[in-house]
């Protein structure tokens, strides 16, 4: 059996990022001097802050990429890599402009018209415009192809009816993409007939349900499309091609740092709590899986920015962000189970101690972190099949 090879750039950053990562950290020390921002974990789904975004955008670090005629800065992937990392190592707030940042606006490049462009992009890099996700369905699972959600032609567009789950932040986003059936399947191959468009999310006929945490926490939602119309100028890319389209925009989503970062604050937390106590009271087995988790971090980052290596490349990343999700996500759960571990200290949202909040909060959003962009089984098979292994 033929196995494909799977390697990664070794990429290493130019010594302008330095520059660039100083000032990040200076921006993200003044805001928490001020009280702009307490640390969190899984920032990018539960830090929503559109003043902190649009901070962020007035200092071109949203939309970094993307090229100045569509208000992008043209920057290479790698500095937003380095913005990235910096973000969530510090906890802030950047749920509000995440999806936008991170996969719309990239999407949108690539298969939008030159009207959507237009409407969108320059607020998505100034941190104004904010989106949300439409691929999930209820009673689907991760089979993503098995789309219910319809899209009829009817003059001067299209009508969409179905329903969307676990879409981050609807609630508070102006629209977001939606894949839907717009053709029966062909010769079996459920890939056909599926195209996306872009949903504004104050259209007649779009209704928002909340999908609650056990805290009662307001961050996924449920979106029920009813005969919802769409015009043409609002259709993604081409109709039909809507499955490539969407995996090659999970290549973003399951690329970046945030797959193995979403801990990191608690892993920064635990480290603080193990050096003021006796370091002899940890013992062997705990400086070893202490050390375990801080060298795998290292190695999830220099497989990620491989990844970012491979997007600056324009080269395809799909296999690799998918094998770097699995890893990372795994990672994330062990960081918890290390902290409940090593120290003695119990979880307590409400706790002064940031250790106690951080890993309160990294239990109760832990559930989420290998399903979300896909299970990691799907994702070893998406592996398995990029290697020539099925």
Not at 344 to 365: G, V, Y
Request: hydrophobic residues 40%; glycine residues 10%; aromatic residues 8%.
């Amino acid at each position: 059996m033929l196995v494909h090879d799977l390697t990664l750039p070794s990429v290493e950053l130019p010594a302008a990022t330095e520059q660039l990562r100083a000032q990040v950290r200076e921006f993200l020390a003044k805001e928490r001097a001020q009280g702009g921002f307490v640390p969190k974990c899984d920032v990018w789904l539960s830090g929503w802050d559109e003043r902190f975004s649009q901070a962020l955008g007035s200092r071109g670090w949203l939309g970094m990429t993307l090229p100045t005629e569509y208000g992008g800065h043209g920057r290479s992937a790698l500095d937003r890599y380095v913005v990235t990392e910096e973000l969530l190592a510090a906890g802030a707030p950047v749920a509000a402009h995440w999806v936008a940042d991170r996969q719309v606006g990239p999407s949108l490049l690539r298969f939008g018209t030159e009207a959507q462009k237009k409407r969108y992009l320059p607020r998505i890099a100034a941190g104004e415009c904010y989106f949300g996700i439409g691929m999930s369905e209820p009673d689907s699972g991760s089979d993503l192809a098995s789309v219910r959600t319809k899209a009829v032609r009817v003059d001067g567009g299209w009508r969409l009816s179905g329903t969307k789950v676990w879409t981050s932040g609807a609630h508070h986003a102006h629209a977001f993409f939606v894949l839907a059936r717009s053709a029966p399947v062909q010769d079996g191959d459920r890939h056909t007939g599926l195209s996306q468009f872009i949903v504004e999310l104050d259209s007649p006929g779009v209704t928002i349900n909340p999908i609650r945490l056990l805290t009662g926490a307001h961050h996924f939602n449920e979106v029920v499309l009813n005969e919802v119309f769409v015009p043409d100028e609002l259709v993604l890319g081409e109709i039909g091609a809507g499955w490539h389209q969407v995996t090659s925009e999970l290549s973003f989503e399951r690329s970046g740092p945030e797959r193995f970062l979403s801990t990191f604050p608690l892993l920064v937390a635990l480290v603080g709590e193990l050096s003021s106590s006796n370091p002899e009271r940890l013992g062997e087995a705990g400086l070893r899986e202490l050390g375990s988790l801080v060298s795998r971090v290292w190695t999830l980052r220099r497989l990620s920015l491989g990844i970012a290596g491979l997007l600056e490349a324009g080269a395809s990343a799909d296999v690799a962000a998918a094998l770097v999700k699995d890893l990372g996500t795994r990672y994330e759960n062990e960081v918890i189970d290390a902290a409940r571990l090593l120290v003695t200290i119990p979880p307590d949202q409400d706790s002064e101690s940031d250790f106690a909040r951080l890993l309160a909060e990294a239990i109760l959003h832990a559930p989420g972190f290998t399903l979300r962009g896909g299970t990691n089984e799907i994702l070893r098979g998406v592996v398995a099949r990029g290697l020539g292994l099925r």
